[in-house]
């Protein structure tokens, strides 16, 4: 079955460390986003890829970076600038622009907490 | 700017008919979409309406578009426990390169 895979889970990170946040999709969508979840402010986006070797920044694009070498692939960084990384990591992708009926495709998240 | 805006909470009985509202900024938007999550979950797309429609219904679901106002909103009718969850409007905007999603609403159904 065609998806999009998130992982860890649950990842846990200590103060001054990078971490990366796997998501690999079998959809062939051609376009890549990244979005974090807090409490009470919905979703945010850091980053988004509409094609291989290609990426803008979003939102809240500090202190995080990332890559896309292959379509399937887009990892997210969340570097020791980020200050306040602890939250809810989601990644999502769409056929080409999202402005149609297909919408985004969510993965099912990473829990970044910093110990 | 695009923005997009919820109540936070919601709490309605069990059997009972739920109505999720949403404002929007960008008139522009070609579709409009509402998600549902689940607890530790990713979004989940319940339906979609697009922008020259003023109403859209999916079984339990209705969406009814204001776009003179930049209102959406959703009913779910006989709500269920299974139905709570948050729930997120989202809008296309112009550009349709990427989705505004607004802040969510909690959706709590009780016995």
């Known amino acids: 079955d065609g998806g999009i895979t998130q992982s860890p889970k649950y990842l846990f990170r200590k103060e001054g460390q990078n971490v990366t946040l796997s998501c690999e999709q079998n959809?062939?969508?051609?376009?890549m986003y990244w979005y974090r979840q807090d409490p009470g402010q919905g979703l945010r986006l850091i980053y988004y890829?509409?094609?291989?070797?290609?990426?803008q920044k979003g939102d809240i694009a500090e202190g995080y970076s990332v890559s896309r070498e292959k379509k399937e692939s887009f990892p997210l960084t969340v570097t020791s600038a980020q200050k306040n990384p602890t939250a809810f990591y989601l990644c999502?992708?769409?056929?080409?622009?999202?402005?149609?009926?297909?919408?985004?495709?969510f993965g099912s998240g990473t829990r970044l907490t910093v110990v | 700017g695009e923005d997009v805006e919820q109540s936070l909470f919601l709490s309605v009985r069990e059997g009972d008919s739920s109505v999720i509202n949403c404002t929007y900024t960008?008139?522009?938007?070609?579709?409009l979409y509402w998600y549902k999550q689940e607890p530790g979950a990713g979004l989940q797309l319940l339906t979609y309406?697009?922008?020259?429609?003023d109403m859209k219904q999916d079984q339990r679901l209705t969406v009814l578009l204001n776009k003179k106002d930049k209102h959406l909103s959703l009913r779910i009718a006989d709500t269920q426990t299974g139905d709570s969850a948050i729930y997120f409007c989202a809008e296309s905007g112009g550009g349709g390169n990427k989705l505004t999603f607004g802040t969510g609403t909690q959706l709590k159904v009780e016995l």
């Open positions: 960008d008139s522009s938007s070609t579709y």
């Open positions: 959809l062939n969508h051609d376009a």
């Open positions: 309406i697009f922008s020259n429609m």
């Open positions: 999502a992708s769409s056929i080409g622009n999202p402005g149609r009926s297909s919408g985004y495709t």
């Open positions: 890829s509409q094609i291989v070797n290609d990426f």
